[in-house]
């Protein structure tokens, strides 16, 4: 049942995601708008709930699959970026870079916060 209750979160929120997305005519994906509101949420409550956790636990284990359609997709529309090449490399190496670099930021902060509570015990 935690589990279901996990999803159903994940669920809401990328209704609520897509919703904004028709309302508000923006270029953005339903889901990605979600993920923002769910990451600001989970920012304000200052803590992750048992069941999202478990829901998430179990979507990471899967993320190859959840994945692999849109790399399929691009697969069939690669005529599509004859003439871009230059662009699509760049924004591959700088997408990149920018989540190697936002990744080792997050960590450094986690560290530093958990480091920060192991200390007052």
């Known amino acids: ?69 849109g790399v399929v997709g691009v697969f069939f529309i690669v005529d599509q970026f004859y003439g871009h090449w230059t662009t699509v490399i760049v924004a591959l190496i700088a997408g990149t870079l920018l989540s190697v670099l936002t990744t080792l930021w997050l960590m450094k902060k986690v560290s530093e916060s958990s480091a920060g509570e192991n200390s007052h015990e």
């Open 1 to 69: 049942m935690v589990l279901l209750r996990g999803f159903l979160v994940l669920v809401v929120f990328f209704l609520l995601g897509e919703a904004l997305r028709v309302l508000a005519g923006l270029p953005v994906s339903g889901g990605v708008l979600g993920m923002v509101m769910a990451t600001f949420t989970l920012m304000v409550r200052g803590r992750v709930s048992d069941e999202l956790a478990e829901a998430s636990r179990g979507l990471i284990s899967v993320l190859v699959l959840l994945i692999t359609p």
